[in-house]
Nanobody, 118 residues
Framework: QVQLVESGGGLVQPGGSLRLSCAAS????????MSWYRQAPGQERKLVAT??????NTADSVKGRFTIWRDDVVRKAYLQMNNLKPQDTAVYYC?????????????WGQGTQVTVSP
């Protein structure tokens, strides 16, 4: 049974930082590309950052402020968020996509709330 469990969300003031973690179990972690998405109230879920075997990338809206990395030994993905802004407020979801075949399995975590407010 595959599980993705996010942690690290919370309330932070503008300009502050948070680090999100995603712990994966029930899968061969190195076979998966890992991503972070977010969904604000009334909006669609959007890709924030993704990391594969060779490189990583972030959405333009967070570029220079957010960093994604992974630790394959402990089977975790992370999202470091710096200089947070109120518009970063959203539920953040961990996402895993099987990378060895086209159309591979996709898994989601349950989400963690990030609120940026004075």
């Amino acid at each position: 049974q595959v599980q993705l469990v996010e942690s690290g969300g919370g309330l932070v003031q503008p300009g502050g930082s948070l680090r999100l973690s995603c712990a994966a179990s029930g899968l061969t972690f190195t076979d998966y590309h890992m991503s972070w998405y977010r969904q604000a109230p009334g909006q669609e879920r959007k890709l924030v950052a993704t990391i594969n075997d060779l490189n990583w990338n972030t959405a333009d809206s967070v570029k220079g402020r957010f960093t994604i990395w992974r630790d394959d030994v402990v089977r975790k993905a992370y999202l470091q968020m710096n200089n947070l802004k109120p518009q970063d407020t959203a539920v953040y979801y961990c996402h895993a996509r099987y990378s060895r075949t086209i159309g591979g399995a996709v898994y989601w975590g349950q989400g963690t709330q990030v609120t940026v407010s004075p």
